[in-house]
């Protein structure tokens, strides 16, 4: 009787075991099973998230632009020298990709890059007041759009 009952214990372990390894797999593919689609979820959301952020920097860019030629038109000119400034800043980062990858495509970064040259003598023509800033932001604004389609 006596060999019988360490018999028993090892059989009562053993069962004991592995229920505890079955609940153990169990538990981890309910785990699974809900963190598999919330995972796939997640991912498509950081995406759009990425694309609605892409989509933003490249309005504000136009807008940092289309804001200096209004200003410019209504006689405010240190104000369009700022937004004229802010443009060609951010539009230097997106040609060169400094620092990130750009947001444009290397066609629209190609035709873009000849804008840079105009920013040193527009930036002076507004910092003089001067009228005929207002033409050359006009013409700026068209290139721009141009490129971007």
């Given at each position: ?95 060169d990709e400094l620092g990130r990858p ?48």
């Amino acid at each position: 009787m006596s060999s019988e009952k360490p018999e028993e214990h090892e059989q009562a372990d053993s069962s004991t075991r592995r229920r505890f390894i079955i609940y153990a797999v169990v538990l981890v593919a309910v785990f699974l099973i809900g963190l598999v689609p919330m995972w796939l979820v997640a991912r498509q959301r950081g995406a759009q998230l990425d694309v609605a952020e892409r989509n933003l920097r490249l309005c504000r860019l136009e807008n940092d632009l289309a804001s200096a030629v209004v200003d410019a038109r209504r006689g405010e000119y240190e104000r369009a020298r700022l937004a004229a400034s802010n443009f060609f800043t951010s539009l230097l980062e997106q040609v060169d990709e400094l620092g990130r990858p750009s947001d444009l495509t290397p066609a629209q970064r190609e035709s873009l890059r000849p804008l840079l040259n105009q920013r040193d003598e527009l930036i002076t023509l507004l910092a003089r007041s001067d009228p005929a800033a207002t033409d050359r932001l006009s013409e700026l604004y068209m290139a721009f759009n141009k490129a971007m389609v």
